[in-house]
């Protein structure tokens, strides 16, 4: 793979370098607080198989097309692609005890809104990883300009590779769900988290005991790995994790939905003339169709949070 430099300046005039690959710069700079001038390189992780090809494909031309981040960050808030946009972030961020130059690892970062809050608000570095370039492309705008360390890169967290206690956090929001090996996953951030490290994620789930054959359907065509929250928690336990939490929070999420459905009712005019109306009825009947599943209890929502012993 060929790497080409290119540049971005913001707006006072300070410039950066950028990765380059193909048509898309999909590189970031990283400003640290204490040095402005401060460069850090970032490239595309080489998707190596066929099947990585494929889903990050569809990710990108399917679930997470450059109108879809826009529209569901219309709805979350800006910056953000995840349930409870700022609100959520807020009150699981402050359950970790964020401490000034602590290394966070986000696993499924989307447009980088929670790696901004807690960089600026706790003085943290932060490294956001997406295997969606277009995630990543969108969260390297956000970041111009910015006065934190952030960096993001493009890669598949089951194929990425750190060195063993790199991390003081992993913070992973409404991504696991992708993952089918969930417990090699969870042993490796076990290795990549330091001594007394944290993981906290928020999850789809579902109930235990065979699924109905809608949901079942459901999972299968967004390609989801879905657990019921005491085996999710049993999982990080497994993994070698003490201190393990396993919340269900699905009323909290009916609630958020609800919020946020009614908000984009009431703004209705507006999305429209900002989209489509194929794009309101889509994410109308998608909150839904999501309303529907919490409220037979199908679709759960867990929060697990647990320590590296």
Same mark, same amino acid.
């Given at each position: 793979?060929?790497?080409?430099?290119?540049?971005?300046?913001?707006?006072?005039?300070?410039?950066?370098?950028?990765?380059?690959?193909?048509?898309?710069?999909?590189?970031?700079?990283?400003?640290?607080?204490?040095?402005?001038?401060?460069?850090?390189?970032?490239?595309?992780?080489?998707?190596?198989?066929?099947?990585?090809?494929?889903?990050?494909?569809?990710?990108?031309?399917?679930?997470?097309?450059?109108?879809?981040?826009?529209?569901?960050? *219309?709805?979350?808030?800006?910056?953000?692609?995840?349930?409870?946009?700022?609100?959520?972030?807020?009150?699981?961020?402050?359950?970790?005890?964020?401490?000034?130059?602590?290394?966070?690892?986000?696993?499924?970062?989307?447009?980088?809104?929670?790696?901004?809050?807690?960089?600026?608000?706790?003085?943290?570095?932060?490294?956001?990883?997406?295997?969606?370039?277009?995630?990543?492309?969108?969260?390297?705008?956000?970041?111009?300009?910015?006065?934190?360390?952030?960096?993001?890169?493009?890669?598949?967290?089951?194929?990425?590779?750190?060195?063993?206690?790199?991390?003081?956090?992993?913070?992973?929001?409404?991504?696991?769900?992708?993952?089918?090996?969930?417990?090699?996953?969870?042993?490796?951030?076990?290795?990549?988290?330091?001594?007394?490290?944290?993981?906290?994620?928020?999850?789809?789930?579902?109930?235990?005991?065979?699924?109905?054959?809608?949901?079942?359907?459901?999972?299968?065509?967004?390609?989801?790995?879905?657990?019921?929250?005491?085996?999710?928690?049993?999982?990080?336990?497994?993994?070698?994790?003490?201190?393990?939490?396993?919340?269900?929070?699905?009323?909290?999420?009916?609630?958020?939905? *609800? *919020?946020?459905?009614?908000?984009?009712?009431?703004?209705?005019?507006?999305?429209?003339?900002?989209?489509?109306?194929?794009?309101?009825?889509?994410?109308?009947?998608?909150?839904?169709?999501?309303?529907?599943?919490?409220?037979?209890?199908?679709? *759960?929502?867990?929060?697990?949070?647990?320590?590296?012993?």
């Amino acid at each position: 793979m060929v790497f080409k430099e290119c540049h971005a300046a913001d707006a006072s005039g300070n410039s950066y370098e950028l990765s380059l690959i193909g048509s898309k710069c999909i590189g970031a700079y990283v400003r640290n607080k204490k040095n402005q001038n401060q460069i850090c390189w970032i490239w595309q992780k080489v998707v190596t198989t066929e099947n990585d090809r494929d889903f990050q494909q569809f990710l990108d031309n399917v679930q997470y097309k450059n109108s879809g981040i826009l529209r569901y960050e *219309r709805i979350f808030g800006p910056g953000f692609v995840s349930t409870g946009g700022i609100d959520t972030t807020k009150e699981f961020v402050a359950m970790l005890d964020l401490k000034p130059g602590q290394k966070v690892l986000d696993v499924g970062c989307g447009i980088g809104g929670g790696d901004f809050y807690m960089a600026e608000n706790f003085g943290v570095d932060v490294v956001g990883i997406d295997l969606s370039v277009n995630m990543i492309s969108f969260a390297l705008e956000r970041a111009i300009g910015l006065k934190c360390s952030v960096e993001f890169e493009v890669a598949d967290c089951t194929k990425k590779s750190y060195p063993d206690n790199t991390f003081d956090v992993i913070y992973s929001r409404d991504t696991i769900l992708h993952i089918q090996d969930k417990p090699a996953l969870f042993q490796t951030f076990h290795k990549w988290l330091k001594p007394g490290g944290k993981v906290l994620i928020s999850d789809y789930c579902r109930k235990s005991g065979t699924p109905s054959e809608d949901f079942a359907e459901y999972i299968k065509q967004r390609g989801y790995d879905l657990h019921d929250v005491e085996t999710y928690g049993q999982m990080l336990r497994d993994a070698g994790f003490g201190e393990v939490t396993a919340e269900d929070r699905t009323e909290q999420f009916k609630e958020v939905l *609800r *919020r946020e459905l009614e908000r984009i009712e009431e703004e209705k005019e507006q999305f429209i003339s900002d989209f489509t109306e194929d794009d309101y009825n889509d994410i109308v009947g998608g909150w839904k169709a999501k309303l529907v599943r919490t409220g037979s209890g199908e679709q *759960r929502w867990g929060l697990f949070f647990a320590k590296k012993k």
